[in-house]
């Protein structure tokens, strides 16, 4: 198969155990619809340093653009480098956003 984009050749490649086709000229990869879903699921799993268990990915409930994995079992949780930073700074303008969204779903448009 050629690349569609290049038409440089493909070269099989290996990422978290699913068998992909990587461009040899661009890098593009070309997944079949089961290695895309494959390869989300495995990118998506992290597990549990300290139990080894799967963590789930959780979302701060007052800021929603932080996003981080929280183990089900032993209740350890692991923010990536910056989050937790970004966490304990909840700025100004994150707290107006939250009291207009608040306004706005008390006071509806009559």
């Known amino acids: ?5 290049c ?17 040899s000229t661009c890098f ?9 879903q494959e390869l989300m699921s495995a990118m998506r799993k992290i597990d549990c340093p300290r139990c080894h268990d799967a963590m789930i990915q959780m979302v701060d409930k007052d800021q929603f653009h932080i996003q981080y994995e929280a183990c089900t079992t032993c209740y350890g949780i692991f923010f990536d480098a910056g989050e937790f930073r970004d966490l304990k700074d909840y700025t100004i303008a994150e707290r107006l956003q939250k009291l ?5 779903t008390n006071n509806p448009i009559r």
């Open 28 to 36: 593009g990869l070309w997944l079949d619809q089961t290695d895309k």
């Open 100 to 104: 207009r969204a608040t306004i706005r």
């Open 7 to 23: 038409d440089g050749p493909f070269d099989a490649v290996r990422i978290k155990n699913v068998e992909c086709l990587r461009c």
């Open 1 to 5: 198969m050629q690349c569609p984009k």
